[in-house]
């Protein structure tokens, strides 16, 4: 069974920084991986989604790395802004031929502050 | 853009009650799904569905029914509320192995 790990849990850092969250998972048989970002009390909304077959895919100030035979996804936040303040999740999507299954990290808490 | 509405944000029910949370989107997605989002636990699978009347377990099943009779329309059902489904509901769609969307979520309180 899949299992994802972020670390970290919670990280606070000052605007205009560059940092890095980190997703693991266990099973590499991935199709794609997918992360999110999280407002509190709020659903889901996608940030980006690498395919198995990409090692990066980009949009605006985030950049999404996967290493599928490690089992490691990273996201770089260039030049954080207090807007970024959320909770970020990481899921790979099971490579099992039916409707895309997801397992989902317990996210990392960023806050950005001024 | 694709748009994925939940019946309600807020929802308190009496313990024993028949629930229904209402999921629609917009994008004739063939994949919808339903999750549960607690503190600690992350987001757990429920029950999905890939096509019209057709409909998977996931990983948490037990005191859940799903119904999907039309393409853009899922339906969770929990047919008598506990206390321990006080939950985030969280419902999303999906076109094949695409990005999965998601709706603004149902909060859930079982009295």
């Known amino acids: 069974k899949q299992e994802v790990t972020q670390i970290p849990a919670a990280l606070s850092v000052p605007e205009g920084e560059n940092l890095v969250l980190n997703c693991s998972f266990t099973?590499?048989?991935?199709?794609?991986l997918q992360w999110f970002r999280q407002d509190p009390g709020k659903g889901l909304t996608s940030l980006l989604l690498?395919?198995?077959?990409?090692r990066e895919q980009t949009s605006g100030r985030l950049n999404a790395s996967l290493d599928k035979s490690s089992g490691r996804s990273t996201l770089y936040i260039a030049a954080s802004q207090p807007g970024d303040s959320a909770t970020y999740l990481c899921?790979?999507?099971?490579?099992?031929?039916?409707?895309?299954?997801?397992?989902f990290g317990t996210g990392t808490r960023l806050q950005v502050t001024l | 853009d694709v748009k994925v509405t939940q019946s309600s944000r807020y929802l308190v029910k009496r313990t024993g009650e028949k629930v229904f949370l209402e999921c629609v989107q917009d994008?004739?997605?063939?994949?919808m799904f339903w999750y549960r989002q607690d503190p600690g636990l992350g987001l757990r699978l429920i029950y999905f569905?890939?096509?019209?009347?057709?409909?998977e377990k996931g990983d948490i099943p037990e005191g859940y029914s799903v119904s999907r009779e039309k393409k853009e329309r899922f339906s969770l059902i929990l047919e008598s509320a506990s206390t321990n489904q006080t939950s985030m509901y969280l419902c999303?769609?999906?076109?094949?192995?695409?990005?999965?969307?998601f709706g603004p979520g149902t909060r859930l309180t079982v009295t």
């Open positions: 999303a769609s999906s076109l094949d192995a695409d990005e999965q969307y």
């Open positions: 099973d590499s048989a991935i199709y794609n």
């Open positions: 690498i395919q198995s077959s990409q």
């Open positions: 899921a790979p999507r099971e490579e099992d031929g039916t409707a895309s299954k997801l397992t």
């Open positions: 994008m004739d997605h063939e994949n």
């Open positions: 569905s890939y096509d019209v009347k057709m409909k």
